[in-house]
């Protein structure tokens, strides 16, 4: 698999049809009456990530007086979900039955279920402030062996930031597989400056948007607060409660660092289902990433049509368990909730 070299649009369709972080989904599908009363299906499939709890109702125009249109709307919510036992090990091998989902406390019935290794969107996501300069070798390291330890199909890219932000690739890559294209992506900036943290996850978060892959990963590496971003948290959170993106957020501090923040990486890690690593030292990054790639790589999909059917716009908790005979006590990480978009107006009801 090479690089790729020109902008990736968001796919429409797949053999699929779970998709990472949680997102509504629209089915539409045309039957056209042709001679005899022979249908053909012209179309099936589209989805749109750009907002995950996007409801979507497509129709197409007719054709002629023979065409006409089936409309069907199927409305998803799709989980990644990591288990873990009371030890904190990877647990892989259990069915549907053994999970539970609920909304707002209320159980779901989980309609798709799958466990699989799939490809991945991935985005490195790397403070490069004046303070991150004797880490810089270590932080590499890890960040090359994440990329060894993840799916060869996996879609890469990278984010730097100090107080600018720009993107480690060349203008016209926007992913690579390549270990030699990302080593000098990383090394494309130097540490400097402030920390425009908020700004670099922005940006991220866009550009993983145009990745292709159903499941998208954030991987942030910083080393302190935020004193340099235009945007401001709350506004970078709603960013990523409303994206695809699990962020697994790796912090570390200096005990002089008066900027650091621990609670910010923690909060985009709980609100995406992802995890917070706080190592002691810069040398532990690397079994942290290759960690992080482990368990990317055993996640659990799950899908289930929300019992609640009002576009309220209000916030929705997710709550999900696990259990099985001979596991013991287990732990889900999966997103904790999600918000709905305005239903749009219907045509000539506004």
């Known amino acids: 698999m090479g690089e790729t070299s020109t902008p990736v649009k968001h796919p429409t369709g797949g053999s699929s049809a779970l998709v990472s972080g949680h997102h509504w989904t629209g089915i539409r599908a045309q039957l056209v009456y042709k001679e005899l009363l022979l249908f053909l299906i012209a179309l099936i499939g589209s989805l749109s990530l750009c907002d995950p709890a996007l409801s ?22 799709v989980l990644s979900a990591t288990v873990v036992d009371r030890h904190g090990v990877l647990v892989s091998g259990l069915d549907k039955q053994s999970f539970q989902v609920y909304e707002n406390r209320v159980l779901q019935q989980i309609k798709n279920f799958s466990h699989e290794d799939v490809p991945v969107t991935v985005g490195l996501v790397v403070d490069n402030s004046g303070s991150m300069g004797p880490k810089r070798a270590d932080v590499i390291a890890a960040a090359l062996s994440f990329a060894r330890s993840s799916n060869p199909q996996d879609q890469m890219f990278v984010v730097n930031f100090n107080e600018n932000v720009t993107y480690g690739l060349p203008a016209k890559t926007l992913f ?18 402030e920390t425009a943290l908020y700004d670099g996850i922005a940006a991220a978060l866009e550009r993983l948007n145009q990745g292709n892959a159903d499941k998208k990963v954030l991987i942030l590496i910083s080393d302190g607060g935020d004193n340099a971003s235009k945007r401001n948290l709350g506004q970078v959170i709603e960013m990523a409660k409303h994206s695809a993106a699990i962020i697994y957020a790796i912090g570390i501090f200096d005990e002089q660092d008066g900027d650091q923040n621990p609670g910010v990486l923690r909060r985009f890690a709980r609100e995406t289902g992802g995890e917070a690593f706080f190592p002691e030292s810069s040398k532990e990054i690397t079994p942290i990433c290759e960690g992080i790639a482990r368990d990317i790589r055993n996640q659990y999909t799950l899908a289930y049509a929300p019992t609640i059917g009002a576009q309220d716009n209000k916030y929705r908790a997710i709550e999900v368990d696990a259990s099985a005979p001979g596991h013991g006590r287990l732990s889900v990480r ?13 045509p000539g009801r506004e």
């Open 56 to 77: 979507q109702d497509f129709s197409s125009s007719q054709n002629s007086p023979s065409d006409y249109t089936l409309r069907i709307k199927v409305n998803l919510v």
């Open 176 to 193: 690579t597989d390549r270990q030699d294209q990302l080593q000098l992506a990383l090394l494309s900036i130097k540490t400097i400056g």
């Open 334 to 346: 999966t997103r904790t909730g999600y918000s709905l978009p305005s239903a749009p107006p219907e």
